[in-house]
């Protein structure tokens, strides 16, 4: 199993429901849910937020863990 990673990112697409699609980096992106935290929070992500998100090392899907100010 590979290990978690945290990354900066910024939010360029919002889909229906909580699923967002971030670039990580010049030509990479990955698709990324809101962590349980947040949403019992209500914290609201909008287009172009800068993020932290958490994925694995091989997979392009991951959790918003944060929002950056």
Same mark, same amino acid.
């Given at each position: 199993? !590979?290990?978690?990673?945290?990354?900066?990112?910024?939010?360029?697409?919002?889909? $229906?429901?909580?699923?967002?699609?971030?670039? #990580?980096?010049?030509?990479?992106?990955?698709? !990324?849910?809101?962590?349980?935290?947040? $949403?019992?929070?209500?914290? $609201?992500?909008?287009?172009?937020?800068?993020?932290?998100?958490?994925?694995?090392?091989?997979?392009?899907?991951?959790?918003? #863990?944060?929002?950056?100010?």
């Amino acid at each position: 199993m !590979a290990d978690k990673q945290e990354v900066i990112g910024k939010v360029i697409k919002v889909f $229906r429901g909580p699923l967002f699609r971030v670039r #990580i980096g010049e030509n990479k992106f990955c698709y !990324a849910s809101l962590s349980g935290k947040m $949403r019992i929070n209500h914290i $609201r992500v909008y287009e172009g937020d800068k993020v932290c998100v958490s994925k694995y090392l091989d997979d392009n899907k991951g959790i918003i #863990i944060r929002v950056i100010k």
